[in-house]
C-alpha cells in the first residue's frame, strides 16, 4: 500500500487551499471567459 504524503499549498502564505479553491485574478461570466482569456493571454 502506498499512502501519499504530499500537500498542495499557497507558496506565498504556506497555507493549502482546500474548501476555498484558488481566487481568480479576474472575474467574468462563462459566456465571456474565452474573449477574456484571449485578451489577457495577448496583453504585453
Known amino acids: 500500500m502506498l499512502i ?3 500537500r ?3 507558496p ?3 497555507r493549502n487551499w ?3 479553491g484558488i481566487v481568480p485574478d479576474s472575474e ?3 459566456d465571456q ?3 477574456k482569456a484571449l485578451t ?3 496583453a504585453e
Open 40 to 42: 489577457l493571454a495577448t
Open 12 to 14: 506565498g502564505t504556506g
Open 28 to 30: 467574468v461570466l462563462v
Open 8 to 10: 498542495a499549498y499557497d
Open 18 to 20: 482546500e474548501g476555498t
Open 33 to 35: 471567459a474565452f474573449d
Open 4 to 6: 501519499p504524503a504530499g
